[in-house]
């Protein structure tokens, strides 16, 4: 059967890997992809915005999976644009994708569902916005644009003066476009965060092992917000006890809730959780593979990635088998372009790559990069690889992954050192 991915991430680099081991699988194509899954499988040159064409290149090819990979297409439609033309996707339509693309109805569903999360205001107007924070006595906060930002849209907020100035970026200066029209005040919630994938069908559940993802820039979880630093898979702090929790207070209320109002979810349901004291509060949800989350958790998994989506797009999941896993953990370490989150070049030749590579128990999975005519690959993002490597412990992932750090160059190249470590503090 053929495949197709849509997306040009590390994400869509790892499924392109992992969907490449099946044997039912005789070819992937991934629209339009990177250098590494020029590598992995073949990529086709349509933007993930080429609706028309992606629909037209799956009818022609007589693809059997569509799998979309980036949240963009996702909540603009591509699923429904799909399954229009009869094909199988693995992803959820546009009403249901709005649980990621809108903070606004995730946390008004969250509230009327019974779904644990932090308590929050929306608002329409900045002055609003402002008042409201004026008024309040001095509490840290999180400022959340509406829309899609690439992970970057949340500025969590210790002071009264970082929050009016979150507010100011967002629905002022417009620093997100139009996703910031609509702006989410919460409270901070203290804690442990961990990340909870789950393949979905509409009513079948069916959890991934967990994962922690490191959002904030720098070590420490210090710095601005990015799409993710680097993540690690199990996440121990998730018991059994504790994840047959989530399934019951969150997983299940989400999927049931979407189901009720008309938005049954086929595909990856993320849930990003604050474990607090009270217990665990969503976050924020998104509808798809987590990047960097996927990497360590699908590098660790040993049941057929095909058939596990095939039988969700399909909705026989309720059938499917229990799924295995690898006991060794995965660290996956992103490293970044000078200037990310901020503004980046991009087309800096980089080296190594294949010395990384080669050594055991590793694989350099492509974000941001671009293979030229030359065979030359150079950088062509913010977030531009995810080093991942699994070991008999996490301290010995963590070795695996820096080392195979080491040989990369490319001129700005930056990482964090500390992924991984909280863990074990």
Known sequence: MKVLIVGQGGREHVLAWKLRQSPRVEHVFVAPGNAGTAEDAENVAISTTDFNGLVRFAVEQKIGLVVIGPEAPLVAGLADAMRKKGLLVFGPNKNAAELEGSKVFSKQFMRQHGVPTAEFRSFDAARDAFAYVEERPETPLVVKADGLAAGKGVFVCSSKTEALEAIREIAVKRVFGESGKRIVIEERLEGAEASILAIVDGKTIVPLDTAQDHKA????????????MGAYSPAPLVTPEL????IDKILVPTVHGLSKIGRPFNGVLYAGLMLTAQGPRVLEFNTRFGDPEAQPVLMRLKTDLFELLLSAAEGRLAKFPALEWDPRPAVCVVMASEGYPGDYEKGRPMRGLAEADAQPDVKVFHAGTKLLDDGTIVTDGGRVLG?????????DAKRRAYQAVKPIRW????CRKDISDKARS
Do not use: F, H, K, V
């Not at 994840?243 to 989530?246: K, P």
């Not at 080093?387 to 301290?395: Q, V």
């Open 243 to 246: 994840m047959d929790l989530i």
């Open 411 to 414: 001129e700005g190249a930056w």
């Open 387 to 395: 080093i991942t490597a699994l070991g008999d412990d996490l301290s």
């Open 217 to 228: 820039a720098y070590d420490g979880d210090r710095g601005p917000n990015t799409g993710g």
